[in-house]
């Protein structure tokens, strides 16, 4: 009777157990790594400052209102493109630490919560000038032809 009580507790047990993302609590599904993907070709783009292959993982539905009701910072897809070529064309260096936190996937939609470390050289008209910054961001991704693309967030 013992071993039948401690083999139903072991199968209780094993049947609560969710697997995750080694290192994280991001439960580890096909859709949460293929977000985590992107996120990974971001960071990599963004280091490279190469605009081109950020927008190549942006929607072309891409919309951000910033978080505030002021429709003057809003950015959609052909105003992210401009800021980021012309922020990228300032940056002489950039290096970015982005540690996912969460990933919450419901069917074509997905948010990402992250803390991201950013350190860069900014070119102003007195010459290069280093800057850091760091927060929490929270990144929208849809999925478009079985594909995950950035939605908002950047």
Same mark, same amino acid.
Request: some cysteine; aromatic content about 8%.
């Given at each position: 009777?013992?071993?039948?009580?401690? =083999?139903?507790?072991?199968?209780?047990?094993? =049947?609560?157990?969710?697997?995750?993302?080694? &290192?994280?609590?991001?439960?580890?599904? =096909?859709?949460?790594?293929?977000?985590?993907?992107?996120?990974?070709?971001?960071?990599?783009?963004?280091?490279?400052?190469?605009?081109?292959?950020?927008? $190549?993982?942006?929607?072309? $539905?891409? +919309?951000? &209102?910033?978080? *505030?009701? &002021?429709?003057?910072?809003?950015?959609?897809?052909?105003? !992210? $493109?401009?800021?980021?070529?012309?922020?990228? #064309?300032?940056?002489?260096?950039?290096?970015?630490? !982005?540690?996912? @936190?969460?990933?919450?996937?419901? #069917?074509?939609?997905?948010? =990402?919560?992250?803390?991201?470390? $950013?350190?860069?050289?900014? *070119?102003?008209?007195?010459?290069?000038?280093? @800057?850091?910054?760091? &927060?929490?961001?929270?990144? *929208? +991704?849809?999925?478009?032809? #079985?594909?995950?693309?950035?939605?908002? #967030?950047?």
């Amino acid at each position: 009777m013992r071993r039948l009580v401690l =083999a139903l507790a072991l199968l209780g047990a094993l =049947a609560g157990c969710r697997r995750t993302i080694p &290192d994280t609590d991001i439960l580890d599904t =096909a859709d949460t790594r293929a977000v985590l993907a992107v996120i990974e070709q971001y960071r990599q783009a963004a280091e490279r400052r190469d605009a081109a292959a950020v927008m $190549a993982l942006v929607s072309k $539905a891409y +919309f951000d &209102d910033a978080g *505030t009701p &002021d429709p003057a910072d809003d950015l959609d897809y052909g105003q !992210l $493109a401009k800021a980021v070529a012309a922020d990228y #064309g300032r940056l002489p260096s950039t290096r970015l630490r !982005l540690s996912v @936190k969460q990933i919450e996937v419901r #069917g074509d939609r997905a948010l =990402a919560y992250l803390f991201y470390e $950013a350190h860069y050289r900014i *070119t102003t008209p007195r010459g290069e000038v280093p @800057k850091q910054e760091q &927060d929490v961001s929270r990144m *929208t +991704f849809a999925r478009e032809g #079985g594909v995950w693309r950035i939605i908002s #967030g950047l």
